[in-house]
């Protein structure tokens, strides 16, 4: 994937986006933890992709935004589908393609006429931003070849420094209609406990294959702890993520800000 730097003119959308991609792929030393926090969701989403479809299998990336992992996984050999309601980010993803098979399919993705064509559906850091979660699964569910696969990331509602109110406790979702598809963190909804997914994987008609929790106090700089991203080697923060992998249960969703779930249509 090409690193570009766009023009002073270019449109805002690109602006925003690409001070994400300076961010989060290249690394800000002011705020190491968002990169740290980015790198260890890539390594997961694909780790997960990779354990259940090989290429040339077909993903979709829904609300794929600056294409960063339609472009990875292009890399990798998959055919990948790169959807976003913003048909104007297209020409900046064309910028950093570099290589491998990527269709672009703007727009409002269940309108698109898409039909179980998808051996893999890829959903990072999207379901909290939407007012029916529940409902969003069941259409998700929809474009997916039965024994294909759905790979989810969403924050951690159980983590110790999130504190927005749990989907099942909200009497009328459609309340928050208005705020949904916001693309920045301000517009997140709801944050899903780890009890919630099972009831919601099993109303879309999935299965949950995997489930596991990333990304620690640490590995994120919260409590204060950014300015140890910028002596400690990276080595011993990763040592730090795999230690708090394994501690129990409990512990893991207190102390780590995401979670995946690998979910399987079955055939």
Request: glycine share 6%.
């Amino acid at each position: 994937m090409k690193k570009v730097t766009i023009p002073a003119n270019a449109p805002v959308s690109w602006q925003e986006v690409n001070y994400y991609d300076q961010l989060e792929i290249y690394g800000d030393r002011r705020i190491l933890g968002h990169t740290y926090a980015y790198n260890n969701r890539r390594k997961v989403v694909i780790d997960l992709i990779q354990k259940v479809a090989a290429p040339p299998a077909k993903i979709l990336d829904v609300a794929a935004s600056q294409g960063n992992y339609t472009l990875w996984l292009a890399e990798l050999g998959y055919e990948v589908t790169w959807n976003d309601l913003r048909a104007d980010l297209i020409d900046y993803v064309k910028l950093k393609h570099e290589k491998g098979i990527v269709h672009y399919a703007p727009g409002n993705l269940f309108e698109l006429g898409f039909d179980a064509c998808f051996d893999v559906v890829v959903i990072t850091e999207i379901i909290e931003h939407v007012a029916h979660p529940d409902e969003f699964l069941q259409k998700i569910s929809q474009l997916v070849k039965p024994g294909g696969y759905i790979v989810m990331t969403t924050p951690n509602g159980e983590y110790i420094r999130h504190n927005l109110p749990k989907f099942s406790d909200c009497p009328d979702p459609s309340q928050y209609e208005e705020l949904q598809f916001n693309p920045n963190s301000d517009g997140h909804i709801f944050l899903l406990h780890s009890d919630e997914i099972p009831p919601l994987v099993e109303q879309a008609g999935l299965k949950i294959v995997e489930f596991c929790l990333f990304t620690n106090s640490l590995t994120n700089g919260h409590i204060k702890l950014e300015f140890l991203l910028k002596i400690l080697p990276k080595s011993m923060v990763d040592a730090t993520e795999s230690f708090t992998q394994s501690l129990p249960a409990p512990l893991q969703r207190k102390l780590h800000k995401g979670m995946a779930v690998l979910m399987t249509r079955p055939a």
